[in-house]
């Protein structure tokens, strides 16, 4: 059984940096193929892709997002952590992380999805 | 604005075929395969479609998709009350990133 979930924290102050961590279980980024990406969704508004990493390392970003975003992998631990520099109000959204498996033809293929997590950008 | 254009909203009575159209360009679609998310608000979007038409193990059949050069569908038939969700599409990009339709509220009248 393939699970993801999303931790940290739950309101960060403007021009803070956002800290997310995926920790996952029931599959391996040792694995070829396989990747773990964030999305996210702001209130009332559509899903919006992040980031992704795959198990060779190889990184891609939102080119809207690529100067704040930064995503990184601990194998070893089954995570993957997503970092936001200088947040903003309107960066406040449910961010999920989700696995691609290793058969994915695309960086937009996420098998699983983990519950997400509400973050809230205030001062 | 997002890359790829959905209609805002799609309705149907139970039993119908409801269709949803997401276009995009060249560099997405025209390019690259298509995905398909249902997303109840508050849960995790759950995978409908991957690689344009193919359906993951535990998706109805009375879920397709289909592509035609820049664009893609998603066919909903029999449509149930429970089919009541936001439905996004999804490719990549050729600027090596991936983007998200606008989503399409669908409503089971």
Same mark, same amino acid.
């Given at each position: ?14 021009? =803070?940096? %956002? ?14 193929? /396989?990747? /773990? ?31 704040? %975003? ?6 070893? =631990?089954?995570?993957? /952590?997503?970092?936001?520099? *200088? ?24 098998? *699983? ?5 509400? /973050?809230?950008?205030?001062? | ?5 959905? !209609? !805002?909203?799609?309705?149907?009575? !139970? +039993? ?24 109840? !608000? ?12 193919? #359906? ?5 059949? #009375? ?8 664009? @893609?569908?998603? @066919?909903?038939? #029999? ?11 999804? @490719? ?8 998200? +339709? +606008? ?7």
């Amino acid at each position: 059984q393939i699970t993801l979930k999303e931790s940290g924290p739950t309101l960060v102050r403007p021009t =803070q940096t %956002l800290t997310l961590t995926c920790t996952f279980s029931g599959f391996s980024l040792y694995t070829g193929g /396989v990747g /773990v990406g964030w999305i996210r969704q702001p209130p009332g508004k559509a899903l919006e892709w992040l980031a992704i990493i795959y198990w060779d390392d190889d990184k891609r970003y939102s080119p809207s997002l690529k100067t704040r %975003l930064t995503i990184t992998k601990d194998t070893s =631990q089954s995570q993957v /952590v997503l970092t936001l520099t *200088n947040v903003d109000p309107v960066d406040t959204a449910t961010y999920y992380c989700g696995q691609r498996p290793s058969f994915a033809v695309s960086g937009t293929h996420f098998h *699983n999805w983990g519950q997400g997590t509400l /973050v809230t950008v205030s001062s | 604005q997002s890359v790829l254009t959905q !209609p !805002p909203s799609a309705s149907g009575t !139970p +039993g119908q075929t409801v269709i949803i159209s997401c276009s995009g360009s060249t560099s997405n679609i025209g390019s690259h395969s298509v995905d398909w998310y249902q997303h109840f !608000p508050g849960t995790a979007p759950k995978l409908l479609i991957y690689k344009n038409d193919q #359906r993951p193990s535990g998706v109805p059949d #009375r879920f397709s998709g289909s592509k035609s050069g820049t664009s @893609a569908s998603l @066919a909903i038939g #029999r449509l149930r009350s429970e089919d009541e969700a936001d439905y996004y599409c999804a @490719a990549w990009d050729d600027n090596l990133s991936g983007v998200f +339709g +606008g989503g399409t509220k669908l409503t089971v009248l």
